[in-house]
């Protein structure tokens, strides 16, 4: 896990090294100035002339000053190297998922991604924050107090041996009960992040059904979970500040006591002033540091969890890669199912798609009816590889779809998802999305085709159009036919529509269908939808039913043949157009 991080810190490795040294530096001079304060003090006390006071005077302002330059150094480096070293985690971590297959995703979830993207990320940048520049810093600055200490203030530096074991213990204690509910709270997290999510994307839903105060609710609950948690973890934690309070005034109770008794009774000889000034200032020094290592411990021990969850995104390897030796060139739209069989997931019981033999010449139309549940997505996602078939060989241009590289298959297989999404910018930048080369000719040719020409006209700004996140200022018409005008550009062999003409009246379906007969003829057109009505003058129309196919002909053959077909035909037809619903 160290190691893969540590591959994150990349640029910013020279600056990873200047904190910690120059932090080191500044901890020299802050244990050096109470050595030179009690020679200050001792001199005073003798009666020193004001030159001597001036040369330690001037020698502390020097080592001060020094001091503050290695510690604006310092966190300068500090703040560059982790900021960088986030940002480079960040990095790796997005560009891994966009790698990820659907079936990756489907394993972490997307409210877990988030959570790891963000939350996550910013815990290990905390932790390493600390770790180059305070635990670097405390460590060093226990070390050298401990033995500035000894050395100001001989014996009565011992009680240091007792009271630094307690405080050890007790913070101890106080992370081993701590971290475990720290650790808890991620999955929490990804709960609230899911529910945050879910109301977002589905907000014109609830407000349709007058569901805010359900949302609130859930929201509420999710929130108030994760807020126990860590209530429970930073009541344990606040036993902290106390036990250093005690420890501290424990010792300052002693050195003040004894201090006080040795000067007094030993008239100065065994401990004077400036040792006794010195003593008190180190053991501020070494509490402190003794505060922060707990907080240090806390931190990095909260980061150990985020940091796993993190690498468990970056070792994930995807379920989908190119092979050795990909093909590089799609011969033509020709698409094969020999024997296919499909499970989302190694472990479901049942299977997606089951015996699934079908045979598309290049250049055919092919409609694809069912009911919901039927499986029809799972079958068009398996030709552009979003999934890979669990049996049987799925081929694209006489070709078993694994042997493409898989840009290059997914450049001549556009798919029109059932889910239609459109990104914030203009027009003109969601549909080059399609072909980033694209010419404003080719973009309102595709658009001609896609029948959504004749609605940019009337927009103002035209193709320059600004479309909010998610196309929320568009139809979803218009935005189905954005979609598919985008998928034009591409210049697919194959083109795939899944029920992505749904939204538009049935005389604009009709005119999507011609254009593409008219215009595309040679790439293969496979349309999936619920109205008999977008399929019925297809080349060929498959019946799937239950992930299996249960009949495939013309809409002739099937109206007289199959039960399935005759019943959805005759259900839309007695009441009318109703969209299969």
Known sequence: MIRKLAGCVGEYKKQSIMAPVLVSLEVVMECIIPFIIAQLVNQIKAGAEFGTLLKYGLILIAMAALSLVFG????????????????????????????????????????SLVTRLTTDITNVQMAYMMIIRIAIRCPLMLVFSFVMAFIMGGKMACIFLFVVPLLGIGLFTIIKTAMPLFKAVFKKYDNLNNSIQENIKGIRVVKSYVREDLEKKKFGAAAEDVCMDFTKAEKILAFNNPLMQFCLYTVMVFVLSAGSYVIISSRGIDLDVGQFSALLTYSFQILSSLMMVSMVFVMITLANESAHRIVEVLDEESTLANPKEPVMEVRDGSIDFENVGFKYSAKAERKALADINLHIRSGETIGIIGGTGSSKSSLIQLISRLYDATEGVVKVGGLDVRRYDLDTLRNQVAVVLQKNILFSGSIKDN??????EATDEELKEACVLAQADEFIMQLPGTYDYHIEQGGSNVSGGQKQRLCIARALLKKPKVLILDDSTSAVDTKTDALIRRAF?????????IIIAQRVSSVQDADRIVVMDGGTIQAVGTHEELLSTNGIYQEVYASQNKGGDTDGK
């Open 431 to 436: 549909l080059r999305w399609g072909n980033k």
């Open 72 to 111: 604006i150094g310092a966190g300068y480096a500090c703040a560059t190297a982790s900021c960088g070293f986030a940002r480079n985690v960040r990095r790796e971590l997005f560009y891994r998922i966009q790698g990820f297959s659907f079936e990756n995703i489907d394993r972490f979830s997307s409210s």
């Open 517 to 525: 007969r008219e215009f595309i003829p040679e790439t293969t057109k």
